[in-house]
C-alpha cells in the first residue's frame, strides 16, 4: 500500500531505533534500512536489555514483520553475523526474517582498512567501519554485491579486488572468515528486494523505511566534506530500496530536545567543557557504535528547519526532552548571524566559511517533559512557532513505552 519514511533530522544519534522499535507495531508489514551500513548504532531496550544494531532493522523485535536491508546499505557480513548472534542471545531469531538485497553492496576487511588510511589526511572523524570506500567501490563499479556471493567465482573475485586495494597501499588481510561469514548470508533470504517490495506495496503491504545517521551527515546537503558517504534524506529511501517516490505517505522526522555530534564538522550551538560535559552525561551522549564521547550543544532550530523542508516532514518527534528536566536555563538557537551581520533563520550551506554566531533564546528548563508543565510548554510552542508545525510525538526515556502522542 504505502511506505513511511522514518530518519534523522540533525547530526544522527536522535533516538531513530527506538521510534521504529515502537511504530514498526502499528500495522506494518516490513521494516527497511535504505542506506548506511554499520556505521549506524541503534538502540532498542528489549525486555530490560538494551541492544544495539548497525545493520538489522530495528523492527526486528516487533512479532510478524519482516525486515529488508535495501540495495543502498553497505553490508560487513561479519558484523552482521555478530548481531545475529546478539539477538539470538536475547531471543530473537533473525534467520529467513531478514530479507537481503542482491545489490546491496559487500564491505571487504580491506575497506576499514583504507577508511583508516584517508582518515590520517582528512580527518572527518569517521567511524572507520569501511563504509566511504566501500561507496567509493561502488561508484568505481568494480564493488561485490551480496548477489555475488551466490555464484561460483565469488572467491576470485574477492581475490580480485582484495588485488587492486593491495596496488592501493593495502595489505591482503587474511580472507577465511570473511568468506565464511559472507555464505552464511545465506541463511537470510537474498532477494531482488526492488521486485519483491513493489509487489508486496501493490497488494497492499505497508512499509516503514528506517533512516540511518541524520539529515545533516547527506552527502550532499550536510556539511561537506564533514559528511557520510550515503544520502540520508527521504529521497534515498526510494533510490536505497527501489520503490517509486509516489508509495511515500508520510515522512517522519526524528530530532532531539538538544544537539550531538559524533566526529568533526561545524557545530554552531557546540557547548565546551564543564557545560559540554554536563549535558553530555545527562544525556548518557557516547557513541552506541564507537563509544566516543558525543560533542553536544543546545537545539539548533534554523538547522532543524532546514532538514524539516530538505525532507518534506510531515510527522515530528522529539526525544530526550527528559534530559533537560530540572536542568536550571536552556538555550535555543532560533537564528545565526554571519560575519557580514546578515541574519539567517535558515542553515546557509557551508557554515564554517561565514563565521555563523547564534542567536539564542533562554529558557526555564521543567520539571516534566509534558505539556501540562508550563516550562515545557514554552519550549515547544517555540519550536512548533519557529518551525511553522507541530511535533505530534514526545519520546521522554529509552523504553519503548515511553512517548506521548499530541494528536
Ligand atoms: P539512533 O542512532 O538514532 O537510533 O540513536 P542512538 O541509539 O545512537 O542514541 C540514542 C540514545 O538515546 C540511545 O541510548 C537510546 O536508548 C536513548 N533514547 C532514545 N530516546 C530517548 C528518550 O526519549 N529519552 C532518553 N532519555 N533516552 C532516549
Ligand atoms: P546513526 O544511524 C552519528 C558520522 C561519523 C562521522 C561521519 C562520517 O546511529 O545515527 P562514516 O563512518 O560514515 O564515514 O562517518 O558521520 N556518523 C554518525 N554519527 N550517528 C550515526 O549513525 C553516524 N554514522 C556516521 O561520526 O562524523
Ligand atoms: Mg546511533
Known sequence: MAVDVLLGLQWGDEGKGKLVDRWSRRGYDYVARFQGGPNAGHTIFHEGRRVVLHHVPAGIFAPGVRCVIGNGVVVNPLTLAQEVETLRGVGVEVGKRLIISTRAHLILPTHPKIDASHEKSQNIGSTLRGIGPTYQDRVARRGLTVGDVLWDDFPHRVRHLTEIHRQMG??????????????????????????????????????????????????????????????????????????????????????????????????????????????RTAGGEYGATTGRPRRCGWLDLPALKYAVKLNGVDILCMTKPDVLSNYGRIKVCVSYTDA???????????????????????????????????????????????????????????????????P
Request: glycine share 10%.
Open 340 to 406: 557580514k551581520g546578515n541574519n539567517h533563520r535558515v542553515l546557509p550551506s557551508v557554515p564554517e566559511r561565514r563565521g555563523l554566531v547564534p542567536n539564542y533564546v533562554e529558557l526555564s528548563a521543567w520539571n516534566e517533559p509534558r505539556k501540562e508543565d508550563p516550562g515545557f510548554a514554552k519550549f515547544l510552542n517555540l519550536v512548533e512557532s519557529e518551525l511553522g508545525m507541530r511535533v505530534e510525538y514526545v519520546s521522554y526515556g529509552p523504553g519503548r513505552e515511553e512517548i506521548r502522542h499530541y
Open 170 to 279: 593495502v595489505a591482503p588481510p587474511d580472507l577465511q572468515a570473511f568468506m565464511q561469514a559472507a555464505c552464511a548470508l545465506t541463511e537470510h533470504e537474498i532477494a531482488d528486494v526492488e521486485t519483491m517490495l513493489t509487489d508486496a506495496l501493490d497488494s497492499g503491504a505497508m512499509v516503514l523505511a528506517e533512516g540511518a545517521q541524520g539529515t545533516l551527515l547527506d552527502l550532499d546537503f550536510g556539511q561537506y566534506p564533514y559528511v557520510t558517504s550515503s544520502h540520508t534524506t527521504a529521497g534515498a529511501a526510494c533510490t536505497g530500496l527501489g520503490i517509486g517516490p509516489r508509495r511515500i505517505r508520510h515522512v517522519i522526522g526524528v530530532f532531539k530536545a538538544y544537539a550531538t555530534r559524533v566526529g568533526n564538522g561545524p557545530f554552531p550551538t557546540e557547548l565546551e567543557d564543564d557545560e559540554a560535559e554536563r549535558l
